[in-house]
């Protein structure tokens, strides 16, 4: 058993570390998991007979070691990769002698895994699986795609990275902003995913969101300069802290405006306006930090007991000013709509392309809530219908039903979020 736990608790910390450092010398992303995958295998086997070594990392990267070099020699590569894989020899022999731990190489795989010569479509995949351990089912179940077509997918942007060379390094300062950029939209990506049904019935989904916590964790960790990085983590931080509060006792939905503010996590309130705080200094603001701005301030509402939506709405103008996108435009409206100014959120709703908000769901919610406030009984009912069509979760489908139902009964209808 102890030997078990051993393993596991190697996966899930230092997994990404040690894909990386081998990878990074190898030049081979998925050479390196299978390479590790063995060492693994070799670990159950003997650990529990020979016990846990001092240094487990390093018996792995030992183990590791033939494998990647037979692996090589198989597919006859040039001389000089061969020799960078026999130095991996070296250094794992090595560092299992002496104190000092191996490189933490994370940061090189992240920008790997987000180059532009990856397909965008496989670089939150590829993150989830190089740098966390998840295996390509679980995956494919976040992203709701066949096991099979994600494991082919995974594949071609593996050997995409071998195929052309691609350098393992962090990137020069001019390419930095474009290529950070895409990590953090990545990692973002990933919790989003797993955002949508943290609440339900699938534990899988929720490992998701866990994971791609500790992804921007170790960003913000590997960057420490860069502001962007903090500032996805506080917007993280500060959506985890509502989390408890998000389904009532019976596990209806609960939107946010109507949130018992008693079941938010305030240790993590507090992480997320130190991370947004440190974030700030460096007064170079970004999409991260407009978002995180924006929930900070529905955070007072723990302290204040209210919601200053005339600070939300302005936060959510600047955002769409800075990322003009779908989803920013309908936030705007919802929070203009709170704020006071439900004429102008049907303008802003208005304004989007039908095509592009005809299967939003969130775009119909808004809708529903906006056209509600305006006192348009008939189109607010039918929105909310198109709403709940769209939805996948159960819980929200009724939540949307019961707000069509209730209308014309009178009552407060809060902002849907």
Known sequence: ??????????????????????????????????????????????????????????????????????????????????????????????????????????????????????????????????????????????????????????????GKIRDAGIAFAVPEAAELPERLEAVLAAIYAAYGTGWENAVGIDPGQRGLVEEALRLARVTAQLLPAEAEAKGLLALILFCESRQAARRDADGRFVPLAEQDVAKWSRPLVTEAEEVLTEASRARRPGRFQLEAAIQSVHAQRLFTGRTNWAAVARLHGALVCWTPTIGARVSYAAAMAQAGEPAAALTILDGLDAGSVAEYQAFWATRAHVLERMRRADAARAAYRRASGLSSDAAVRAFLLERAARIGRGGDNSEFR
């Open 1 to 158: 058993m102890e030997a078990t736990t051993a393993v596991e608790t190697v996966v899930r910390t230092s997994f990404g570390r040690l894909v990386a450092y081998l990878a990074a010398r190898s030049r081979d992303v998925a050479g390196a998991e299978d390479a590790l995958s063995e060492a693994l295998r070799a670990a159950l086997a003997t650990w529990p007979r020979d016990g846990v070594p001092e240094k487990p990392e390093a018996w792995l990267l030992a183990a590791a070691r033939r494998r990647l070099i037979d692996a090589a020699r198989h597919r006859k590569v040039r001389a000089a990769a061969e020799s960078a894989i026999e130095s991996i020899i070296e250094e794992a022999a090595t560092m299992a002698n002496e104190s000092k731990e191996f490189p933490d190489e994370r940061l090189k795989l992240l920008f790997i895994c987000a180059h532009p010569a990856i397909d965008a479509a496989a670089r939150t995949p590829l993150i989830l699986q190089a740098v966390l351990g998840l295996d390509a089912a679980r995956i494919a179940s976040a992203f709701l795609m066949a096991p099979a077509a994600m494991g082919q997918r995974l594949v071609r942007a593996k």
